[in-house]
Structure formats: structure tokens, C-alpha cells
């Protein structure tokens, strides 16, 4: 049984970072495409950060270039997203997942970032 356990999250300033952590079990974690998303309170989950099975291919969305990167560490059956330069709007629960929507795994229960003005 697969299971996603995000963590890292927290409380910080705008212009603040953070580093968040998903680890995968149940899974061969090297097989899959994997991404981030997020869901802001009131609105629908959206994608935020995506990256190939090796990892030398990512993909972000518009509101998060230049200030996120997506990395993986296969070994470690562990997905990251370092956020840097955090702005309010980027407050929301961040849930990790497989990459293709119609093949994601249950979710976990995320881990909740809330950045101050």
C-alpha cells in the first residue's frame, strides 16, 4: 500500500524559505514522474512543481519560477521542494504525488505553509 507523508512546512515571513520533504513507500519511488501541488483554503488544488524519473527534467508553474526548485533523491524513496522568497499567496497545504492526474495515489495529508506579510 502506497503511502505519502509530506512534511517540512511551517510558519514563516514573506521573503522567507522553506524546504519541504515527501517520502513514498509501498512504492518503487524511481519509477515515477513525481510533483507537488498545493491547495489554498477555498480553492482547488493546482500544481505547482513537476520532475522526471531521473530528475533531469522539471517543470514548474507560472507563480513559482525562479523562486522554487523540485528535486528527488532516488535512493531515499524522498521528493523535496525548496521555496524560496515566499510571498502570502503561496500559503496553502503542499501535498506530494505522481505527476500524471489520472494515475496519482491516495493523498497524504500534506504539510501547511503560511507565510506572513
Known amino acids: 500500500q502506497v503511502q505519502l507523508v509530506e512534511s517540512g512546512g511551517g510558519l514563516v515571513q514573506a521573503g522567507g524559505s522553506l524546504r519541504l520533504s515527501c517520502v513514498v513507500s509501498g512504492r518503487t519511488f524511481s519509477a515515477y514522474g513525481m510533483a507537488w501541488f498545493r491547495q489554498a483554503p477555498g480553492k482547488e488544488r493546482e500544481f505547482v512543481a513537476a520532475i522526471s524519473v531521473s530528475g533531469g527534467s522539471t517543470d514548474y508553474a507560472d507563480s513559482v519560477k525562479g523562486r522554487f526548485t523540485i528535486s528527488r533523491v532516488n535512493a531515499a524513496n524522498t521528493l523535496f521542494l525548496q521555496m524560496n522568497s515566499l510571498k502570502p499567496e503561496d500559503t496553502a497545504v503542499y501535498y506530494c504525488?505522481?505527476?500524471?492526474?489520472?494515475?496519482?495515489?491516495?493523498w497524504g495529508q500534506g504539510t501547511q505553509v503560511t507565510v506572513s506579510s
Open positions: 504525488n505522481r505527476q500524471a492526474a489520472s494515475r496519482q495515489w491516495p
